[in-house]
């Protein structure tokens, strides 16, 4: 029962991260790379920071929205008036969730997927140490999702520093590229993407919503728990994924 509360009270930040994206991630992805190959480094890292401070904006703009209306997220998608709590609790990680897989994104495209295989293990590793603890020390759900938080504090905090490090020495004083043409080629190369990946993402959030209307807490829980082993199938698809990139 506790853990179905667990998994409803991430269905509402996990919707509206969604639309952070923007189709930014690809497009750095696929840029940094084109950039990195034809020796303009320092372009490549203007297209990072404009990425990367785009999808902060949003992800700040995003956490005041879920904040905000936690209240009326959970009564109206959930029907459990007293998840508002865990909601804003896990609404707190959005912003560092953004700068977290925007980061990712830039390691992929700079050829440094050492850095990004790094990032996911201290994300995974801070969140299992962090959320069981917490779990274990009485907190219970507030515990679990105060883990996950504290986990993408920590992975965003140092890919970040690792991304600061990596381009701070390719930016030159030069700036042939405006922020505006910057954003337009990002945007107009990432949208057809971020449609298909809106749809793509919004089809599982919006079964838990139902689920939240018609199953129990101990049910979805259990379903949960079950599907957890379904992602196990990742392990293999994402990294070729992130390598045809």
């Not at 004083?173 to 337009?184: A, G, Q, V």
């Not at 919004?202 to 939240?212: R, S």
Request: proline share 2%.
């Amino acid at each position: 029962e506790l853990y179905g509360q667990y998994a409803l009270a991430l269905v509402v930040p996990q919707l509206l991260f969604l639309l952070t994206d923007l189709g930014i991630t690809q497009g750095i992805i696929k840029f940094t790379a084109a950039l990195r190959v034809k020796g303009e480094t320092n372009h490549a890292a203007k297209i990072i920071k404009y990425g990367l401070m785009l999808r902060a904006l949003a992800g700040i703009a995003i956490f005041i929205t879920s904040y905000a209306f936690a209240d009326l997220f959970a009564s109206v998608f959930l029907k459990r008036p007293d998840l508002a709590f865990y909601i804003r609790i896990a609404s707190t990680g959005v912003v560092f969730q953004v700068i977290f897989s925007t980061a990712g994104s830039a390691f992929i495209g700079l050829d440094k997927t050492e850095y990004n295989a790094l990032a996911l293990n201290i994300q995974a590793i801070a969140k299992g140490i962090i959320s069981i603890t917490l779990v274990l020390l009485g907190f219970s759900v507030a515990g679990a999702i105060m883990g996950v938080v504290a986990s993408y504090i920590v992975a965003a905090s140092a890919s970040a520093f690792l991304l600061f490090l990596m381009i701070r020495e390719k930016q030159s004083t030069e700036n042939s590229h405006s922020l505006r043409d910057d954003l337009k080629i990002l945007m107009h190369y990432g949208t057809p993407l971020y449609l298909s990946l809106l749809l793509a993402g919004f089809i599982p959030i919006y079964q838990n919503i139902i689920l939240a209307i018609f199953a129990t807490d101990a049910d979805i829980g259990n379903y949960k728990a079950a599907t957890n082993f379904v992602t196990l199938i990742t392990v293999v698809t994402i990294p070729i994924t992130a390598i045809l990139l």
